[in-house]
């Protein structure tokens, strides 16, 4: 945590000047307790500017991958991803991807901030995807509420392959909280899980 804020009192106003992000709806991000943000997914940097915006801590799933890179520049992202709470999720399914949503759960229930991209992976042109239902069975389980985010920009600024993002205008909208508990004790339920999923995307 120390270090997290640490690293976004650094980095943060770097990052600013350089993209001069922009954000709406920040006042939707409720002061205290928990919730999910679910977002769009178009570039690693979402991730990061994002939580930039916020003034509360955000710590999102992200792929398995970015944990077990060789040479410097697999440690530097290990360590980044470590320094900014990410946890990690193997996308093979199963009980990795399990164990990875019981963090966030865990998380939830803590009365804290989670994020989550639904659509699973990073959208290869930058175009909304269908989302997995993980961000349903999270909504149903916690009872926290579910806050739509949409990343603006960051597929022209990162495309999938371009390590560093172009100057280029980003932004995000943060939407209205979307309330689920009238579904409250059917996670089970796969007809519920994709009826909510959609109505998140």
Do not use: C
């Amino acid at each position: 945590m120390a270090f997290y804020q640490a690293l976004k009192a650094t980095g943060s106003p770097i990052l600013k000047a350089a993209y001069h992000p922009w954000i709406r709806g920040k006042e939707n991000i409720p002061a205290q307790g928990a919730a999910i943000l679910a977002s769009n997914h178009n570039a690693v940097w979402d991730s990061v500017f994002l939580p930039m915006m916020l003034d509360r801590e955000v710590v999102f799933m992200g792929k398995a991958d970015y944990f077990t890179g060789t040479g410097v520049k697999g440690w530097m992202t290990k360590e980044f991803m470590r320094a900014v709470g990410t946890i990690p999720v193997d996308r093979s399914g199963g009980r990795a991807s399990e164990a990875a949503l019981n963090a966030g759960l865990k998380r939830l229930r803590s009365g804290e901030l989670f994020g989550i991209y639904p659509e699973g992976t990073r959208s290869p042109d930058g175009r909304l995807y269908r989302g997995k239902t993980g961000v349903a069975r999270l909504a149903l389980l916690s009872g926290a509420p579910v806050i739509p985010v949409a990343m603006i920009g960051t597929h022209a600024a990162q495309p999938i392959g371009q390590k560093i993002p172009s100057r280029t205008n980003i932004g995000m909208v943060i939407g209205e909280p979307l309330d689920f508990s009238r579904y409250k004790g059917l996670h089970k339920d796969r007809y519920v899980l994709r009826a909510i999923t959609d109505e998140i995307m």
